[in-house]
């Protein structure tokens, strides 16, 4: 048995991006989660960290997103990690990792 299941709460960085695959609806977009500052049991000042991830919707979730989701919305996700590789026009191997979205809440506009 294996599991791949991505849980994230965030803010969406930039406005969704919406594409026409054939006549499938897909929305990408950034979410930021941030890991609060702290203070270690030794006094050592630990900073803020922002982690932004690659967010993809495919059909109603992306027709969703491209009615309601603006930059700053606070979003609740669920989805599975995807990553890609290609090969750019200069023959170099890219890879990138997102999160392919099953289920989604907003929890505020912005």
């Not at 309601?68 to 990690?81: A, M, N, S, W």
Request: proline share 3%.
């Amino acid at each position: 048995m294996s599991v791949n299941k991505v849980i994230l709460i965030g803010n969406v960085g930039v406005d969704p991006e919406i594409r026409y695959i054939d006549t499938r609806p897909l929305a990408s977009f950034s979410l930021a989660t941030t890991d609060a500052a702290y203070t270690t049991a030794s006094g050592a000042q630990i900073p803020e960290r922002t982690e932004w991830h690659r967010i993809v919707m495919w059909d109603r979730n992306a027709e969703t997103a491209e009615k309601f989701i603006r930059k700053g919305t606070r979003l609740y996700i669920e989805g599975k990690l995807r990553t890609r590789t290609w090969e750019d026009r200069a023959a170099i191997k890219r890879s990138v990792t997102e999160i392919m979205v099953e289920r989604f809440e907003i929890l505020s506009r912005q």
